[in-house]
């Protein structure tokens, strides 16, 4: 199922036997969902009859298919149920609560239905693991983009000078909650193989965010240090780094972490002696971190004139036989150029047919197992699944399926649906 | 170990009896660890005498002491062994194949030791499981600053006339790649509970970019649509979301991501009858959210006019009645202000005496388990549980101990350290 063209063997699938019930939309819990789907399990997305909210949202591809919704639920099946009715929010629960040893493991990103909550569910079956994402940690809704804007980072974003706070279009909290989810499902599934026992796990978008803030230090700088920290480029806090401009218009973001960086990066920039007349005569040893900081805006001038009198080739040229970390800025066009030529080289891409969408280059998982890639699946269409996973998984028969179509509990045939 | 405060009971725990020994510094390969610490397990942090390159990374305390080490660290034990001895690895190869069912787990940022690849360490013990993170895939390094660059986000962050590329301070790959870490391990780990295998997992930093790039839309959006999508602000691409400022200074961002949510602002900000009056001039539905979007300037500014003559309070005091998705913008000065009053708020935070550091408010795991949340442990110091786990996990003796501290394998007492 989680499968479906055979390519990944068994070391790149550790989950094979667990079967997730994802009641979700947007980002956060269609992100867990996939993950643990990616690593073998067998995902079934629940979705409402016409699909959840966010079946339609942007980017869409010529047809009027979302990418963003092809793109977080690849590798799953999909099945459409009237949630508005109780039949359909029952057949739901059924679906949750079976399984056997597979089974009994739910993530939702709501919690308005009685029938799906955790009491409900874990008086059907005790070891159910629930698993839900919410905004607020009270239970109220938020987005990634209201949470960043109550967490601190926007107001450290962008230029110097920029007017107002610089949010970024990378959903941060959205992407880590989805992981987080799935590190608790995991543990809480571990917990229930050793004891039998289920459990009910909460993550808030906003108390990930806050997590972040102050695990990074963010937070307790602020309260001891009673010091604000400043918007400063992009500079890197605390060491040297930022980005340069080329000649010819390209630009290049290095970072020198260490002392052998840095030594590498002034050689490569024939700036060896200039660095040390300058360290000498300010008394500062650059092989300090601290001092790399605190001078970085010389340190960057300096580096400065020598990127602007070459183009990105010399540029590079000259980095590649450093321990330098650095690299050109690429937009998303320059990623899919030349035919998609980077993505072709990437391992963790492979071209995909998506239904509704056509041929293109999509990333498996991340995760190497035994050397072995997750390679990309396809994600279904709306409900492509519903029947399939009713007669699989619940055991209905011809005829009660029909009688669930009769009444609008799932939708009708292709064939039957009114095309308005 | 992992709860010294012994806070935490069973529920939030459910990784108690996992054992994982982890070689690495930074932001991902701590966060994984500490994150399955704050989930139950035991988790040994191993550095080289002195600590880890991280030791020092700002921000710092006034006493020297890295908010950044600390708040990454937390709920950890903490061994300090020369790593350049081969004395020194075989110490922690026999730390990570020991540990009966509770080890054979191993963290690591640096495959460089052979003594602690996964080659070395499955020969002495099968089930090993061996979790690496690199920067590049092929085994180089690179970091969350480069990897941005290379990912295209930072083209599209900030004002649309920004001049040049605009980096995140919210580390997302770092994040991400950790909680990928902690996902492959315990799927490794169930397999072993199941199948006695063990597993060698790698995460790349770029591959974790990527498969975000993907996964959201973007590079099928480039590779098939041809359109390369332009910076715009604050905006959220393909619904109606932006900031506003207030007449007092204050900043909001507001997110209208369904027809209900529109429909409340604008009743709330008095707007129901020129919206009206608009659609129908303009012959659009604004219940549509592509129609929202596209409209987003106009709509935008017309209610830009409502928040410019309001303060901060009478637009929070108008919104809070509504469902629109909404945040203040809040700097991390104004997270600690009032004595951090929003921190003591929030069940997540508790105030911890962090050694080297004092006592702050800090944050426990986001993971909720019925109803439970764990709360935050202090980090130990550098090295501060050298001899106790060396005793306790490998079973040396006094001799023993003072034979490695004679041969600088481990460091001397603190009371016989060089000052220098």
Redesign the interface.
């Known amino acids: 199922m989680t499968d479906p063209a055979g390519t990944a063997t068994r070391?790149s699938q550790?989950?094979r036997?667990m079967r997730i019930i994802e009641i979700s939309s947007y980002?956060a819990s269609p992100?867990c969902g996939?993950?643990?789907a990616q690593?073998g399990a067998d995902v079934i997305r629940v979705e409402p009859i016409g699909g959840g909210?966010d079946r339609?949202?942007?980017?869409l591809?010529?047809s009027g298919t979302?990418?963003?919704w092809?793109?977080?639920n690849?590798g799953k099946r999909a099945i459409e149920v009237d949630l508005s009715a109780e039949a359909g929010r029952h057949l739901i629960g059924d679906l949750i609560v079976g399984g056997g040893d597979r089974g009994g493991i739910v993530i939702s990103n709501s919690d308005r239905f009685p029938e799906l909550s955790f009491e409900t569910l874990s008086a059907r079956r005790p070891d159910t693991v629930h698993v839900l994402l919410t905004?607020r940690?009270d239970g109220g809704?938020?987005?990634d983009?209201?949470?960043?804007?109550?967490?601190?980072?926007?107001?450290?974003?962008?230029?110097e000078d920029?007017?107002?706070?610089?949010?970024?279009?990378?959903?941060?909290w959205d992407?880590?909650?989805g992981?987080?989810l799935?590190?608790?499902l995991?543990?809480?599934?571990?917990?229930r193989?050793?004891t039998g026992e289920g459990?009910?796990?909460?993550?808030?978008l906003e108390?990930?965010a806050?997590?972040?803030?102050?695990?990074?230090?963010?937070?307790?700088?602020?309260?001891?240090?009673g010091t604000?920290?400043e918007r400063d480029g992009?500079h890197?806090?605390?060491?040297f780094?930022r980005?340069f401009?080329t000649a010819d218009g390209g630009?290049?973001?290095i970072?020198a972490?260490?002392a052998r960086h840095s030594r590498d990066l002034f050689a490569a920039t024939g700036l060896t002696g200039v660095v040390a007349a300058l360290s000498e005569a300010l008394g500062v040893d650059f092989d300090q971190?601290?001092e790399r900081?605190r001078h970085r805006r010389v340190l960057g001038e300096l580096l400065a004139g020598w990127f602007e009198t070459r183009t990105l080739a010399e540029a590079e040229e000259a980095l590649r036989t450093t321990?330098v970390?650095?690299?050109?800025?690429?937009?998303?066009?320059?990623?899919?150029a030349d035919d998609?030529r980077l993505?072709r080289d990437?391992?963790?891409?492979e071209e995909i047919a998506?239904p509704g969408?056509?041929r293109?280059?999509?990333?498996?998982?991340?995760?190497?197992?035994?050397?072995e890639l997750s390679p990309?699946v396809a994600a279904p269409l709306v409900g492509q699944h519903t029947e399939e996973v009713l007669r699989e998984e619940l055991g209905l028969s011809a005829p009660a399926l029909a009688k669930l179509r009769e009444n609008g509990v799932i939708p009708p045939h292709d064939d039957e649906r009114d095309p308005g």
Request: avoid cysteine; charge should be positive.
């Open positions: 070391r550790p989950l036997g980002v992100l996939m993950t643990l690593l909210a339609t949202r942007w980017p591809a010529e979302s990418l963003y092809s793109g977080l690849k905004g940690r809704t938020a987005v983009y209201t949470v960043q804007a109550a967490t601190g980072f926007p107001l450290l974003t962008g230029p920029a007017a107002g706070p610089v949010n970024s279009p990378v959903p941060a992407l880590t909650a992981l987080y799935a590190v608790g995991l543990a809480a599934e571990r917990h193989l050793l459990q009910r796990l909460r993550v808030a108390d990930v806050l997590a972040a803030a102050g695990n990074l230090g963010y937070l307790a700088e602020a309260q001891l240090n604000s920290r992009n890197v806090y605390g060491t780094g980005d401009a630009r290049l973001m970072v972490l260490t971190e601290a900081y321990r970390l650095w690299s050109p800025y690429l937009s998303f066009a320059d990623l899919v998609a993505l990437s391992p963790l891409m998506q969408v056509g293109h280059w999509a990333p498996g998982s991340p995760l190497v197992l035994d050397g990309p």
